[in-house]
């Protein structure tokens, strides 16, 4: 209570009201989340708070680019809300004491609404994919004076991320290391999927574009419905990215022909040609799955957090169905067998 009471008197110019503390369910974020319900009669009548680790600027992803000045979260959801998108309205910046006091924009997350009404599935993934669409188009080019401006999901980072599925997607979960040869070949290719991606099309990526950093707060699936969330890691990257973090969902099973129609949809929406966004997704999408998966592992064994392995087998199921979707690839698809039978043994 001593932490909160001074930052609720801050943001409202006025002696701390009462008020009921609940401590919210994160997922793998060094942030922790607190709702602070108020009084009765005091606006507004509850807020979330984010309380920021020691090191509050630095991201729980690998990031390029020098250290931010200021806390990037606060940084790009500036940006967006500026160019007209609907985030969490800030109350208080208290960074310097570890916190930001939020609009509180509830609890529903696209998740949540999708597990209760299953039959709304296609009208807001339309949704999310027109929003997304908005997004894209208003982020870019990216104003200069953000911190996204400075990122991007370059080939560095790329490799980074499949070294990290190598180590905790295949590795830790044998038990031991690669032998030398299977070593190389995987190496060998990463490197090939690597160059492919690096010279995609880019534009402004969320990073996290999925059914939990998607708030819904309203009725009808449309975009004015959904807000946006966890956007700190923004950056300049693959423009299908977060169209594959949305379709490539590891917590939803989104039905193929959802998927290929709301890409269809998503392209529409933005000009792109349709046969252009299919092989970049299909690409994208392997690279993104093999790292959530080993990311999934890495955040069991060292973060001590083991809610995210029951989709582990749904990240790499959504790998062997892009990959298979990829014409040649042989390099990959063998080395990715040889690597981690137990995942992808007899892919094609």
Same mark, same amino acid.
């Given at each position: 209570?001593?932490?909160?009471?001074?930052?609720?008197?801050?943001?409202?110019?006025?002696? #701390?009201?009462?008020?009921?503390?609940?401590?919210?369910?994160?997922?793998?974020?060094?942030?922790?989340?607190?709702?602070?319900?108020?009084?009765?009669?005091?606006?507004?009548?509850?807020?979330?708070?984010?309380?920021?680790?020691?090191?509050?600027?630095?991201?729980?992803?690998?990031?390029?680019?020098?250290?931010?000045?200021?806390?990037?979260?606060?940084?790009? %959801?500036?940006?967006?809300?500026?160019?007209?998108?609907?985030?969490?309205?800030? *109350?208080?910046?208290?960074?310097?004491?570890?916190?930001?006091?939020? !609009?509180? *924009?509830?609890?529903?997350?696209?998740?949540?609404?999708?597990?209760?009404?299953?039959?709304?599935?296609?009208?807001?993934?339309?949704?999310?994919?027109?929003?997304?669409?908005?997004?894209?188009?208003?982020?870019?080019?990216?104003?200069?004076?953000?911190?996204?401006?400075?990122?991007?999901?370059?080939?560095?980072?790329?490799?980074?991320?499949?070294?990290?599925?190598?180590?905790?997607?295949? !590795?830790?979960?044998?038990?031991?290391?690669?032998?030398?040869?299977?070593?190389?070949?995987?190496?060998?290719?990463?490197?090939?999927?690597?160059? !492919?991606?690096?010279?995609?099309?880019?534009?402004?990526?969320?990073?996290?574009?999925?059914?939990?950093?998607?708030?819904?707060?309203?009725?009808?699936?449309?975009?004015?419905? *959904?807000?946006?969330?966890?956007?700190?890691?923004?950056?300049?990257?693959?423009?299908?990215?977060?169209?594959?973090?949305?379709?490539?969902?590891?917590?939803?099973?989104?039905?193929?022909?959802?998927?290929?129609?709301?890409?269809?949809?998503?392209? !529409?929406?933005? %000009?792109? /040609?349709?046969?252009?966004?299919?092989?970049?997704?299909? /690409?994208?999408?392997?690279?993104?799955?093999?790292?959530?998966?080993?990311?999934?592992?890495?955040?069991?064994?060292?973060? %001590?957090?083991?809610?995210?392995?029951?989709?582990?087998?749904?990240?790499?199921?959504?790998?062997?169905?892009?990959?298979?979707?990829?014409?040649?690839?042989?390099?990959?698809?063998?080395?990715?067998? #040889?690597?981690?039978? #137990?995942?992808?043994? %007899?892919?094609?």
């Amino acid at each position: 209570m001593d932490f909160f009471s001074p930052l609720l008197s801050r943001m409202l110019a006025a002696p #701390a009201p009462a008020f009921e503390l609940k401590t919210l369910k994160g997922d793998a974020s060094s942030r922790r989340y607190h709702r602070l319900t108020l009084a009765p009669g005091t606006r507004p009548r509850s807020i979330v708070v984010m309380e920021l680790p020691e090191e509050a600027t630095r991201s729980d992803e690998v990031v390029s680019g020098a250290a931010p000045a200021e806390l990037p979260f606060l940084d790009v %959801g500036r940006h967006l809300a500026a160019a007209g998108l609907r985030v969490p309205r800030i *109350l208080l910046d208290a960074v310097p004491e570890r916190a930001v006091l939020l !609009e509180d *924009l509830g609890d529903e997350t696209l998740e949540r609404r999708l597990a209760a009404r299953p039959d709304q599935m296609g009208a807001w993934y339309g949704a999310a994919a027109d929003l997304l669409a908005t997004m894209h188009a208003r982020m870019w080019p990216m104003p200069r004076d953000s911190i996204a401006a400075t990122r991007a999901f370059d080939a560095a980072l790329v490799r980074w991320e499949l070294d990290h599925y190598r180590e905790w997607g295949a !590795e830790a979960l044998a038990g031991r290391p690669l032998d030398a040869g299977v070593r190389a070949a995987l190496d060998a290719a990463f490197d090939t999927l690597t160059a !492919e991606i690096a010279a995609l099309p880019v534009g402004f990526v969320h990073r996290d574009y999925q059914s939990r950093n998607l708030m819904v707060i309203g009725d009808m699936p449309c975009p004015a419905s *959904l807000a946006i969330i966890d956007f700190q890691d923004a950056l300049a990257g693959p423009r299908v990215y977060d169209l594959v973090a949305l379709l490539c969902d590891s917590y939803i099973e989104i039905p193929q022909a959802l998927r290929r129609a709301t890409i269809a949809r998503y392209a !529409e929406k933005t %000009g792109i /040609l349709a046969a252009d966004l299919g092989r970049e997704f299909d /690409l994208v999408a392997v690279q993104r799955k093999l790292k959530d998966g080993g990311r999934f592992v890495f955040i069991d064994r060292v973060k %001590g957090n083991p809610s995210f392995l029951p989709y582990v087998d749904r990240s790499f199921a959504l790998v062997r169905e892009h990959l298979g979707r990829l014409p040649g690839h042989a390099a990959l698809k063998s080395a990715l067998a #040889a690597a981690a039978p #137990a995942s992808f043994e %007899g892919v094609v």
